[in-house]
């Protein structure tokens, strides 16, 4: 399958560089996969087209501050990024500006703050880094401390920009758990929602069960071979709890929708991991915990979602290939009709990514 299938023109300005002054005012195009209708409407409205008894699935995961800085002995400057956990708490796989002075002076650091040694290189330009802080216990201390929200690059920000006060506030989920700080970027489909809708939702019916996945940097790279299949897909960790496992296995007790790409990933992956294995993923406790690497794109089927709320992508992303799936699963079709829909939305001047808006898919 060609990647320019999943290819489309986006005029810059549509691409959103802040997000809608409330969070619930973002617009929503509500698509019907049964009758192929579209409606639009605004975010806040969405119980309006909702089935009954819909169980959300949402990822709680927060955005960590993962770009922090230091010197390399040389007195050189060194941009860090986290991106995850490599074997202990305060070792990281992190990506490293510059990279190969870096890993040859052998580290970099902070003075009063943290020490870092570059243990080895890794696969995808990243880098094995030890730190050794020398305030508080933890990378997650240290970077909440020094570290800047990393946004997406399509995002234009200085690092001085005074909008960045509101990027730490609006670049996460209203209910980002701060305990699970472990995502590099957020799951912007749940970036729509605020306490007032979410309450309002629960009082008309609606269930919500959080899941958690390690949001990576790879969420953002473009496919990059001719032929789709040959992309090599990245992993990230994730964890669902028993309770919501049960939820999702049990399609009679209402729609499933899941709130982002992130959430249908691991959902997906679940299913198909316990299918398969479920010793190797089935906690003493009953959550699923795995490293999902499933690529979804067109025929694929979906085992265990009815709906998916999820903002507009970039092209030649994987997660335009997942959307595109979702819209016909078993079938291809989708791939055209996304791009369809996908034209609509720039003619209506729908605004795209991670501070865009949103669409509902039924």
């Not at 010197?71 to 991106?83: I, M």
């Not at 249908?264 to 294995?277: C, G, N, Y």
């Not at 959550?287 to 507009?312: H, K, L, R, W």
Request: glycine share 6%; charged share 25%; proline share 6%.
């Amino acid at each position: 399958m060609k990647l320019s299938l999943f290819d489309y023109h986006l005029p810059k300005e549509l691409i959103a560089q802040e997000p809608a002054a409330v969070r619930d005012a973002s617009r929503l195009m509500v698509v019907d996969r049964k009758t192929r209708s579209v409606t639009h409407a605004q975010f806040s409205e969405i119980g309006q087209y909702l089935p009954n008894r819909p169980r959300f699935f949402r990822n709680n995961a927060a955005v960590l501050k993962a770009r922090i800085f230091g010197q390399r002995p040389t007195g050189g400057k060194v941009e860090c990024l986290l991106l995850q956990p490599a074997e202990d708490a305060l070792t990281w796989w992190c990506l490293l500006k510059p990279g190969k002075k870096t890993f040859t002076s052998g580290g970099f650091g902070m003075a009063g703050e943290y020490s870092a040694q570059v243990l080895e290189v890794g696969e995808n330009g990243s880098y094995r880094v030890r730190f050794h802080p020398e305030r508080g216990k933890s990378i997650t201390d240290l970077s909440e401390r020094l570290g800047i929200l990393p946004l997406p690059p399509y995002i234009e920000r200085t690092d001085d920009d005074p909008r960045r006060d509101n990027d730490n506030k609006r670049y996460q989920t209203v209910y980002a758990d701060f305990d699970k700080r472990i995502a590099v970027a957020a799951p912007t489909a749940g970036l729509h929602f605020t306490p007032e809708l979410i309450t309002e939702l629960e009082n008309g019916g609606a269930h919500f069960h959080d899941l958690t996945l390690q949001v990576g940097i790879g969420t953002f790279h473009p496919i990059q071979v001719e032929n789709i299949e040959d992309h090599n897909i990245h992993s990230e960790w994730y964890e669902i709890p028993a309770s919501a496992f049960a939820e999702l296995k049990n399609p009679e007790a209402g729609a499933r929708i899941a709130v982002g790409t992130t959430s249908v990933r691991s959902i997906e992956d679940a299913m198909r991991r316990t299918q398969l294995s479920p010793e190797n993923c089935i906690s003493l406790s009953g959550s699923v915990q795995a490293e999902a690497d499933i690529y979804i794109y067109p025929p694929s089927e979906f085992a265990a979602i009815d709906g998916m709320i999820t903002n507009f992508h970039l092209p030649k992303s994987t997660l335009l290939c997942l959307v595109s799936a979702f819209l016909t699963p078993g079938s291809d079709e989708g791939i055209q009709w996304l791009k369809e829909l996908y034209a609509e939305a720039i003619e209506q001047k729908y605004r795209f990514y991670s501070y865009g808006d949103a669409m509902l898919i039924l």
